[in-house]
């Protein structure tokens, strides 16, 4: 319920309140309502009430000194996956946001896929932790060169298919973005074989 709920709540809000005029960042901000919404709902179904803040600040003091690092590294990269797109279209123009943004749906259609990948791998590498380091350094390096392999392979279809099939998906006025939606797809994946150094 709460991973079909937050996209048909978000779709709604943006097919009833954006359109071509809206500013830019538009679609974060329906992003957020449908969010908020979906947890409330799921919040409400599991428990059977309404979510109540109560705040236990010696606590959450404990736990930002604890993890102040941590904290802050996912505060930049909250700030510079989210704005992303927003900065483009108020640092340049919604022409060109456009274009970027056709390279971006594609990447982010892409993106369970891969996320199957850390879902599969991380509970073996939490075993051969478990065991000892030097069984989770051999078995990384074992299985460091199919993943090596595999990438390689991947990034050269990229780089041969994405401009090929571009034209064909969003027409010639978004051939510009073939090289961006290459590089995040590229990204993407040098993401996904990180994670074989996770643990």
Do not use: D, H
């Not at 704005?83 to 990447?107: K, N």
């Not at 939490?126 to 380091?133: A, M, P, Q």
């Not at 990229?158 to 973005?177: D, Q, R, T």
């Amino acid at each position: 319920f709460p991973v079909t709920i937050n996209p048909v709540i978000s779709g709604t809000l943006i097919l009833v309140f954006i359109g071509p005029s809206s500013p830019a960042g538009s679609e974060m901000l329906a992003a957020l309502g449908g969010l908020i919404v979906a947890f409330g709902l799921s919040w409400r179904f599991a428990q059977r009430s309404v979510p109540r803040l109560q705040y236990n600040w010696k606590a959450i003091r404990k736990l930002a000194g604890g993890t102040k690092w941590l904290f802050i590294s996912a505060i930049v990269t909250y700030g510079y996956t989210r704005f992303e797109r927003p900065m483009i279209g108020w640092l340049r123009s919604s022409e060109e946001l456009g274009v970027y943004r056709s390279a971006w749906q594609i990447t982010n259609s892409v993106q369970p896929i891969l996320a199957i990948v850390p879902l599969l791998l991380y509970p073996k590498l939490v075993t051969w932790r478990n065991i000892s380091l030097a069984v989770l350094w051999q078995q990384q390096k074992r299985i460091s060169v199919p993943f090596a392999g595999s990438f390689i392979f991947a990034c050269s279809m990229i780089w041969i298919l994405i401009p090929m099939a571009y034209p064909y998906i969003y027409g010639n006025s978004f051939i510009a973005a073939t090289i961006p939606c290459a590089l995040l797809l590229t990204a993407r994946l040098v993401g996904t074989v990180n994670v074989i150094y996770g643990p």
